[in-house]
């Protein structure tokens, strides 16, 4: 699912209604893939989420596919010469205003969640995670991961380079709108969670126009990449 059809429309027209066999530690799953949009924001995209949930059932996995934009005081930038997709595990909710300290958050609201992904989005990244065609940021044994924080608006304030976030020390850190409420769903619910972004812009002043110029592109490339990487699932039917 992603925020907006443009986001999923190539994945709709070729994934929606299939069924896929996923072959997991203890039991075979047969499941059926849907595409769906979900708004923009995360109490409009949770609440989507919610009715779709409670109308149709819960599903095996939740897999967020959309684009995000990079902190430039992020430590480890790689080039961007190749398509940037991240696949975050790690969410975080925290506005700029908070990060400089111009407010503040309560002390018993939770604003960060891990998750894990599912077979199908643990399949999917061993089947494309090896091309050279562009750039994976995913957590591995000897790498923390990308973080992925969510804001209630597009930051557009220029970012101090050297701010410093404890709990974002040695990590790549990007923003999607969404995220956040959908992992915080995923956990609350017990559900497996996936999510792949494409790198679009920068954080900061110029970013809703480097989104503009880039996202349709590296949108396309991210739902075919998906759509790679489901081609080598087993038993599609």
């Not at 075979?28 to 849907?34: D, F, I, N, P």
């Not at 909710?93 to 199908?120: E, H, K, W, Y």
């Amino acid at each position: 699912m992603g925020a907006f059809d443009p986001e999923i429309e190539l994945l709709k027209s070729r994934m929606d209604g299939s069924r896929i066999r996923l072959d997991g530690q203890s039991r075979a799953t047969e499941s059926t893939v849907r595409v769906f949009s979900i708004g923009v924001g995360g109490t409009t995209a949770v609440l989507t989420l919610a009715k779709r949930c409670f109308e149709f059932g819960f599903p095996e996995e939740i897999v967020l596919i959309g684009s995000a934009g990079i902190y430039p005081n992020s430590t480890d930038v790689p080039s961007l010469q190749r398509p940037l997709i991240a696949g975050p595990q790690y969410f975080t909710q925290i506005d700029l205003a908070v990060q400089l300290g111009r407010a503040s958050i309560p002390d018993i609201m939770c604003n960060s969640i891990t998750v894990r992904p599912g077979i199908f989005s643990s399949q999917m990244i061993r089947n494309v995670s090896g091309r050279k065609d562009c750039v994976f940021l995913l957590e591995t044994t000897t790498y923390a991961g990308p973080v992925c924080n969510s804001t209630n608006s597009i930051t557009g304030d220029s970012i101090p380079v050297d701010l410093n976030v404890p709990r974002f020390q040695n990590r790549l850190v990007m923003e999607n709108l969404e995220a956040y409420a959908v992992a915080a769903f995923c956990e609350k619910f017990s559900i497996p969670m996936g999510c792949f972004l494409a790198i679009t812009n920068t954080v900061g002043p110029q970013g809703s126009t480097e989104w503009k110029r880039n996202h349709v592109e590296l949108g396309i490339f991210l739902q075919q990449l998906i759509i790679d990487g489901w081609k080598d699932l087993p038993e599609q039917f």
